[in-house]
């Protein structure tokens, strides 16, 4: 079956700080993987998707970047980060019939 | 992005009536729709996924799509306690996800 590795669970980060978050997938290969972005109170956002190492589309202009090394990698970084970037980051697969999500990272930037 | 519409509620129901929530989507080549269970705190859970016209049924629930119309609809039997939480549509159209707001139910003992 599918995993989905996400770290840390939670993240406190002072504005203007860098920021890496990993997600790693087992289980399948080449998969489709997302990042989504929850806001408090919001829905989700998608920010980044990929269909294969070094493939990366973007949906929304924003002080954030992502970057697929491996197969089973993705990543969601920032060189500056802004208040705004606060919420609930998501990583999700395409399993044939949905995105599987991992379980998240709640950041607060402060 | 992609216009995914829910009402955000909070929608409030008995124990063991039936639930309804909807969501509306402007984006004609949505191909599948999904929803998704969110409580707080925790990633969505993967409720159910329709691709054509008409009811599929799981259980406790149906999805309803309705492609003329543009909307689709969950309908949760015997609500229960448990199935409080916030439930999200979402829409495919080829490798992208979009999502609504989510429509916050409270099932009430």
């Known amino acids: 079956s599918q995993t989905i590795h996400q770290w840390p669970a939670t993240l406190v980060q002072p504005v203007g700080s860098p920021l890496s978050l990993e997600c790693t997938v087992e289980?399948?290969?080449?998969?489709?993987l997302y990042w989504y972005r929850q806001a408090a109170g919001r829905g989700l956002q998608l920010l980044f998707y990929?269909?294969?190492?070094?493939?990366i589309s973007s949906e929304v202009p924003q002080n954030l970047s992502a970057s697929r090394p491996q197969d089973r990698q993705f990543i969601l970084s920032s060189k500056k980060l802004l208040l705004s970037d606060s919420g609930f980051y998501l990583c999700a697969l395409f399993t044939g019939t949905g995105l599987f999500f991992g379980s998240g990272t709640q950041l607060s930037v402060l | 992005q992609k216009e995914v519409e829910q009402n955000s509620g909070p929608l409030s129901v008995p124990e063991g009536a039936i639930a309804s929530l909807n969501c509306t989507y402007s984006?004609?080549?949505?191909?599948?729709f999904f929803w998704y269970r969110q409580y707080s705190g925790k990633s969505p859970e993967l409720i159910m996924f329709?691709?054509?016209?008409g009811d599929k049924e799981d259980g406790r629930f149906t999805a309803q799509l309705n492609k003329a119309s543009q909307y689709v609809s969950l309908l949760i039997r015997d609500s229960q306690p448990s199935d409080s939480a916030t439930y999200l549509c979402?829409?495919?159209?080829?490798?992208?996800?979009?999502f609504g707001t989510g429509t916050s139910l409270t099932v009430i003992p």
């Open positions: 984006d004609r080549g949505s191909q599948s």
């Open positions: 990929s269909v294969g190492i070094g493939q």
């Open positions: 289980g399948t290969s080449n998969p489709n």
């Open positions: 979402a829409v495919n159209t080829g490798n992208q996800f979009y």
């Open positions: 329709i691709y054509s016209n």
